[in-house]
């Protein structure tokens, strides 16, 4: 990043130049003027703007170095991260050449909302939050390379079955069989409607991988436990989002200690309320809302 340029100890201060001319001019009145009391009021005119000047020039001042400052420690920031030069440096480049070619234009608009966009997005990760679309495994499977103990999961099948046998779902079961045979414990709890055939087989086929299986019929569980979530070593957390008709959306991702809490003693109420797969499902509840 260019740094601002230093002020030249050269440059000519304003305020020096109408101070020596008001000197000179408060000289040359003195000697031509015989009237000593309006010459006094000429004077304490003459300091009154002096003094006024000497205030505006110390407010632009201030605001100067403020705004130097605040530019400064933008610099400071950026340089103190690796990747984000590379990354500020054609932003700002592009951002200028639209203020600069389609300002007034639709451009300008669309320019100033890609920032704030970023600038929500920044926001979320300042709180530990970050979103991918539904159906986007590159986070899930980074997370379950990277994971060394424990991995706590839910599962929908009224959401995600079908899922399960697509590519995309067997890349992540992969991924799974892959963090089993490294050590890592993996809890699963099916959160179901139905008991079906085919759920039957994928969880047998889950159980006997080596994961640690249960289920649950939906309606033991409170409306906001009947979702998808995941907890990988209690470092990042995941909760599907939904629309208001039931549709997934977009995974949601946490690494804030808060959260993580929440998500883990809500995963262990879920374990609490389930079943082996062998065992029969307990009498159904009314659950606490």
């Known amino acids: 990043m260019k740094r601002p340029h230093p002020k030249s100890p050269f440059a000519v201060d304003p305020v020096l130049i109408i101070g020596t001319g008001l000197s000179v001019l408060l000289g040359v009145i003195f000697y031509v003027r015989e009237d000593t ?13 002096v003094i006024t000047l000497q205030i505006q020039s110390l407010i ?28 500020m440096e054609p932003m700002l480049r592009a951002a200028k050449h639209v203020e ?30 970050f979103r991918t679309p ?36 067997r890349q992540y079961w992969r991924a799974q069989l892959d963090a089993l045979a490294r050590g890592v414990k993996i809890r699963r709890v099916f959160i179901y409607h139905e008991w079906t055939d085919d759920l039957d087989a994928l969880a047998r086929e889950q159980l006997a991988a080596g994961v640690q299986v249960r289920r649950v019929q939906v309606d033991r569980l409170p409306p906001p436990m009947r979702v998808i979530t995941g907890l990988w070593d ?56």
């Not at 998500?263 to 062998?278: G, H, K, P, T, Y």
């Open 234 to 289: 209690g470092a990042c957390g995941h909760e599907l989002s939904y629309t208001a008709a039931g549709e997934a959306v977009h995974d949601t991702f946490t690494v804030s200690p808060p959260d993580l809490e929440r998500l883990m003693r809500q995963f262990e109420m879920i374990e609490r309320s389930a079943v082996e797969l062998d065992d029969e499902p307990r009498p159904t509840a009314d659950p606490v809302a």
């Open 134 to 169: 539904y159906g986007d495994n590159e986070v899930f499977l980074r997370l379950i390379a990277q994971a060394r103990e424990h991995i706590c999961v839910t599962s929908v099948p009224a959401v995600d079955l079908t899922w399960w046998r697509q590519p995309v779902g």
């Open 100 to 129: 600069r070619d389609y300002k007034g234009t639709p451009a300008e608009d669309a320019c100033r909302a890609a920032f704030e966009e970023c600038l929500r997005t920044l926001a979320d990760l300042e709180r530990g939050h």
């Open 60 to 87: 632009q001042d201030r605001r100067r170095v403020e705004h130097e400052t605040r530019v400064g420690q933008m610099v400071s920031t950026i340089d103190r991260i690796p990747w984000m030069t590379d990354l």
């Open 37 to 49: 009391a309006q010459a006094l009021g000429t004077v304490a005119g003459l300091i009154g703007g």
